[in-house]
């Protein structure tokens, strides 16, 4: 095949080759113009959205979304949509994405973000960790299945994120040793919140996690007192289930 110009648009799914799922981001192409127009568009979809924080626009701008999902998938990366990541998991649609990151970053100012440490529950494709680590100052984040952390480390290599750390586990745990955390994020539904994660929040700290199973809404936490936390129940949802344990 010809060498294609760079202003091209991406090629259609069949032309493009179907990479083993954990190929690190370096070694996929996609004539870069196109998908920082692609990206440039989602920016503006997401400020008509109602997304306001410049601090999170810019982070989203910057992540590149199509080399976290399948390559015959990476045309369709910078839409408004969950994409299948493998083993039953979803990369959250932008707006999604955004919103979460929003709601945990806005009582903080600037300078608090950049020494805010914060956890992520469900890394899969590893896409949410790196905007998060473009916005705070240290992030983990925690994940059950081990192909799919696997895969995060793949796709996160080349943006050299040194403040961003990934940790095989269950997240209903927490992670314990780096806790306590001034935001978490959560990305899978569970029934109810982890205890554990509770008691991992900084006080003042905001958590948010979608919550029910056929019914789910997001659910927004402060850890107002030391065993006061007050709970705010925002928008209708649909995430893949918080499960228990390791795979
Ligand atoms: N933030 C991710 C969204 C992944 S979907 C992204 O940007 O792609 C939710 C993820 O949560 C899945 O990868 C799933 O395996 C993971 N998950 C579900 N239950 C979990 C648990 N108890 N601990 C850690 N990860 C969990």
């Known amino acids: 095949m010809r060498d294609r110009p760079s202003w091209l648009?991406?090629?259609?799914?069949?032309?493009?080759?179907?990479?083993?799922?954990s190929a690190p981001v370096r070694e996929r192409t996609a004539p870069a113009l196109a998908t920082d127009g692609a990206r440039a568009r989602m920016?503006?979809?997401?400020?008509r959205f109602g997304v306001r924080d410049a601090q999170v626009l810019e982070a989203m701008?910057?992540?590149?979304?199509?080399?976290?999902?399948?390559a015959a998938l990476a045309?369709?990366?910078y839409e408004d949509v969950a994409l299948p990541i493998g083993h039953g998991q979803t990369i959250s649609k932008p707006s999604t994405v955004a919103r979460m990151v929003e709601l945990v970053a806005e009582p903080l100012a600037r300078a608090q973000r950049t020494s805010a440490r914060v956890l992520e529950v469900g890394t899969g494709c590893g896409y949410q960790a790196a905007v998060l680590a473009r916005v705070f100052g240290e992030v983990v984040s925690v994940e059950r299945v081990?192909?799919?952390?696997?895969q995060a480390r793949a796709n996160l290599r080349a943006l050299r994120l040194p403040n961003l750390r990934l940790v095989f586990g269950d997240g209903n745990l927490g992670v314990p040793q780096a806790a306590p955390f001034d935001a978490i994020v959560v990305a899978a539904a569970g029934d109810a919140i982890p205890d554990a994660l509770l008691e991992q929040m900084r006080l003042g700290a905001r958590l948010v996690a979608p919550v029910g199973s056929t019914r789910q809404s997001l659910h927004l936490v402060e850890r107002v007192e030391h065993d006061r936390w007050q709970l705010?129940?925002?928008d209708a949802v649909r995430f893949v289930p918080l499960r228990t344990g390791t795979v």
Do not use: W
Request: no cysteine; hydrophobic share 40%; net charge positive.
């Open 9 to 21: 648009p991406l090629p259609p799914p069949a032309a493009r080759k179907r990479s083993v799922s």
């Open 146 to 150: 081990r192909g799919l952390h696997e």
């Open 75 to 77: 045309s369709r990366g």
């Open 43 to 47: 920016i503006d979809a997401l400020r």
């Open 61 to 70: 701008a910057q992540v590149p979304r199509h080399l976290f999902v399948d």
């Open 232 to 234: 705010t129940i925002l």
